[in-house]
């Protein structure tokens, strides 16, 4: 018996397995190539509408830099609104939506919508879970929720996983809701958080912390300060957005 299939044999076996096989095989190769065409359209389609998302928005922050947010006309006021909506509608899976949604807020703010701009911040906050900008529209809320002086609902916007580059920037701010609530030892406790936090990276921040900690440490106890002309000694209770 010949220890090898004869060039007739091998290619009589090829052919009964292509006869069992081939479709499937066919298949798989149309459906990987479909796959693959499909993911391309689809990354591309998702660059196109960064791309737009991207120039309406710009379209946005030329409108808003003309004037105040209290102070746009009518129809710019108008104009800009319409943008918003638009990028929150048809281009939800960008990131311009959510900086639609911020830009309401501060438009809201301005116009003395609390309510409504407090919504806007929350939708991006619930759209944006795990995202930087989840941690810019809770601090915004926050303090929107500090100027309208409900603290326990500002202190509770800012509870969870913080990243450590805003750390001490959340622990201030903390600092500053318990403060307008009256509650220097608490806020004492917020503060010196943030200074631990910040370290030497931030001197200006440094400076400003240090003032407001020893606003309510008790007389006898001072912290030495960084020597700082440009900060402020009290803290603002925002009623909104900053810029």
């Known amino acids: 018996m010949a220890e090898h299939l004869t060039d007739e044999q091998q290619l009589e076996s090829l052919k009964q397995w292509w006869k069992e096989n081939g479709l499937q095989l066919v298949l798989i190769v149309a459906l990987a190539v479909a796959g693959w065409y499909a993911w391309q359209q689809w990354q591309g389609n998702k660059k196109v509408r960064a791309e737009m998302g991207s ?11 003309r004037a105040p947010l209290s102070a746009l006309l009518d129809e710019q006021r108008e104009a800009l609104v ?5 990028l929150k509608k048809d281009y939800a899976s960008t990131q311009y939506a959510h900086y639609a949604g ?17 919504l806007e911040l929350q939708t991006v906050i619930d759209n944006t879970q795990g ?30 996983d913080t990243p450590p580059a805003i750390l001490a920037n959340v622990a201030e701010l903390r600092g500053d809701i318990h403060l307008f609530a009256g509650d220097q030892a608490a806020a004492r406790a917020a503060y010196q958080a943030a200074l631990d936090a910040i ?36 803290p603002e209770a925002d009623s909104g957005d900053e810029s």
Request: aromatic share 2%; glycine share 4%; charged share 25%.
């Open 55 to 65: 120039l309406i928005y710009i379209e946005m922050m030329d409108i808003a830099s």
């Open 82 to 86: 319409e943008k918003s909506e638009l």
């Open 102 to 118: 911020l830009l309401l807020a501060k438009l809201a703010v301005a116009e003395k919508r609390l309510d409504d701009a407090a």
């Open 131 to 160: 995202q930087e900008l989840s941690h810019i529209a809770r601090m915004r809320l926050a303090r929107l929720e500090m100027g309208r002086k409900n603290y326990p609902e500002a202190l509770s916007i800012l509870e969870g």
């Open 199 to 234: 370290g030497n990276d931030d001197q200006r921040l440094k400076a400003l912390i240090e003032l407001k900690l020893n606003q309510v440490l008790p007389a006898a106890v001072v912290v030495p300060t960084v020597s700082s002309s440009a900060v402020s000694t009290a």
